[in-house]
């Protein structure tokens, strides 16, 4: 119900009853314990030619706030969202890469969560959730930091920790599956329902969606494609292993590969890796022919990767998301998709597609107020969903290609 009515935007009991598949009798008993609730209101009342007038329903926005807070290992993203998931205020901070405690990393997403609220003005009992992507494996049924390997933290108990500082109900998972998430409700996810979403950054990952559902694993550590090996016997990973994904990809990856090109080149000795980055795309927008050696070299091994994660999963929409993606995607994307048919097989590639993800803001951030809001509903007895796919004999968007 909830996501179509991202999808339809004001509906009638009819209209959602055609696009999520659901009985008539049991759209009305929905909607009315919405409404009971506060969650949705009556956006206009309208009648057709002949026969009675019907409401048109939407989101009521003003039923509460949610934040959703992306933490990566250079920078914590804090942003404030009505309930119907419209940005009122963001901070975003940045995070000593060096530094890896606990209290320094707490503090760090305490502060830009409270600077987020200040830059709307929203007063905390308005408040009814806070999502918080942690890097690493995260056990989200029971808010630990299971594994963070870039700062050897291992089951800190990060739920509780944030929910003591806030006084407010914390929510933590991970990463790929918030990117996942709102690329399902707001990407792609609108025109096809298998999708793979792969983040790059300091770390590097993929969260998966087949037929409509969420991809976790048995111990949400599905999506750690950054870990599967791209050369045997390759370079040292963060994660002990040698020759994975993140170790060609990820942000350190780049760097190492520049050196290996050109030891002296400008770009590297940069203070951070959002800095280096940063300095890459300027260089390769003034046609830098080493950084356009770089971006080929990167691009064939991201294609690669790829190439693997088609193959296994069969999945038609491949996005990137994250910093890295965004900074140097006029050269990185079109490198990828020069390259990526030498990787999949033939029975994959048809209506195939890479590309910058179109979700509007920090994907991670909307997708982590999503599962808040989830978390909201269910808090006041109302059911959350476990698929966003359509039931049987819904109306669906055709696939693209």
């Known amino acids: 119900m909830l996501h179509a009515l991202f999808d339809l935007g004001p509906s009638s009991r009819q209209e959602l009853a055609r696009h999520t598949g659901l009985s008539q009798a049991t759209v009305t ?24 007038p019907y409401e048109r329903l939407t989101i009521n926005a003003d039923r509460g706030r949610v934040v959703g807070v992306d933490v990566a290992e250079t920078y914590v993203d804090a942003t404030v969202y009505d309930l119907a998931l419209g940005v009122l205020g963001r901070h975003e901070a940045a995070l000593d890469e060096h530094q890896h405690d606990q209290a320094y990393v707490i503090d760090g997403i305490v502060g830009a969560i409270e600077a987020a609220l200040d830059a709307d003005g929203t007063d905390r009992d308005r408040i009814v959730g806070v999502g918080v992507s942690m890097p690493g494996h995260v056990q989200h049924d029971a808010g630990v930091s299971v594994f963070a390997p870039n700062w050897n933290w291992h089951d800190v108990h990060i739920e509780e920790l944030l929910a003591e500082r806030l006084r407010l109900p914390v929510y933590v998972d991970n990463p790929l599956k918030a990117a996942i998430l709102s690329e399902m409700w707001f990407g792609v996810g609108r025109v096809v329902d298998s999708m793979a979403v792969v983040n790059i950054g300091t770390g590097v990952g993929a969260g998966i969606a087949i037929e409509g559902t969420l991809v976790r694993g048995s111990t949400n550590n599905a999506g750690e494609w950054g870990h599967t090996l791209l050369m045997l016997d390759g370079r040292p990973c963060r994660c002990g292993r040698h020759g994975c994904v993140e170790a060609y990809v990820g942000a350190p990856g780049l760097e190492a590969t520049l050196a290996e090109i050109d030891p002296s080149h400008p770009a590297l000795g940069r203070p951070g890796q959002r800095d280096f980055v940063e300095s890459v795309a300027g260089g390769l927008a003034a046609g830098d022919p080493v950084l356009r050696e770089l971006v080929r070299r990167t691009g064939r091994c991201l294609a690669a990767a790829l190439g693997d994660l088609v193959n296994l999963l069969n999945v038609p929409k491949v996005t990137l998301t994250g910093w890295l993606p965004e900074a140097l995607a006029p050269w990185l994307v079109p490198a990828v998709r020069d390259e990526l048919p030498r990787h999949v097989l033939p029975g994959s590639l048809p209506g195939l597609t890479v590309e910058l993800s179109e979700v509007p803001g920090n994907a991670v951030g909307l997708g982590m107020a999503a599962f808040t809001l989830e978390q909201f509903l269910a808090r006041l007895g109302l059911v959350s969903p476990a698929r966003t796919r359509p039931q049987p004999g819904a109306q669906t968007a055709q696939p693209i290609g």
């Open 29 to 52: 008993t929905l909607v009315g314990e919405f409404l009971a609730e506060g969650v949705l209101h009556i956006a206009a009342m309208e009648r057709n030619a002949v026969g009675r």
